[in-house]
Nanobody
Framework: QVQLVESGGGSVEAGGSLLLSCAAS??????MGWYRQGPNNVCEPVLF???????YYGDSVKGRFTASQDNAKNTVYLHMNSLKPEDTANYYC????????????????????WGQGTQVTVSS
């Protein structure tokens, strides 16, 4: 059974950092993406990675967010630094690769496997 489980979300003050994890079971990570959905309820791609290399960064996170992968644990990580209140969102990992999104993340369920999400709240 394929499963993605995110963890590591929480509340942090602006300027702080968080580390999100996405553990996979039932398959081995290849290309995957981190996404987020904020108060506007539109899914936004954060970054894409493939076997540990990041191939795409969303404009809003360039220079602040990075990704890494632990193959032994079949887990990918999203390192979020210099967090801003506008980073407040529910963060998802997914095997879907979608660059242009205009709907809530749930509408892209057919594009790949998705985790349940982890909430990140950044206070000013």
């Amino acid at each position: 059974q394929v499963q993605l489980v995110e963890s590591g979300g929480g509340s942090v003050e602006a300027g702080g950092s968080l580390l999100l994890s996405c553990a996979a079971s039932g398959f081995t990570f290849g290309e995957m993406g981190w996404y987020r959905q904020g108060p506007n309820n539109v899914c936004e791609p954060v970054l894409f990675m493939n076997t540990g290399f990041t191939s795409y960064y969303g404009d809003s996170v360039k220079g602040r967010f990075t990704a890494s992968q632990d193959n032994a644990k079949n887990t990918v990580y999203l390192h979020m630094n210099s967090l801003k209140p506008e980073d407040t969102a529910n963060y998802y990992c997914s095997t879907a690769i979608v660059r242009t999104m205009t709907f809530p993340c749930e509408k892209y369920d057919g594009f790949g496997y998705w985790g349940q999400g982890t909430q990140v709240t950044v206070s000013s």
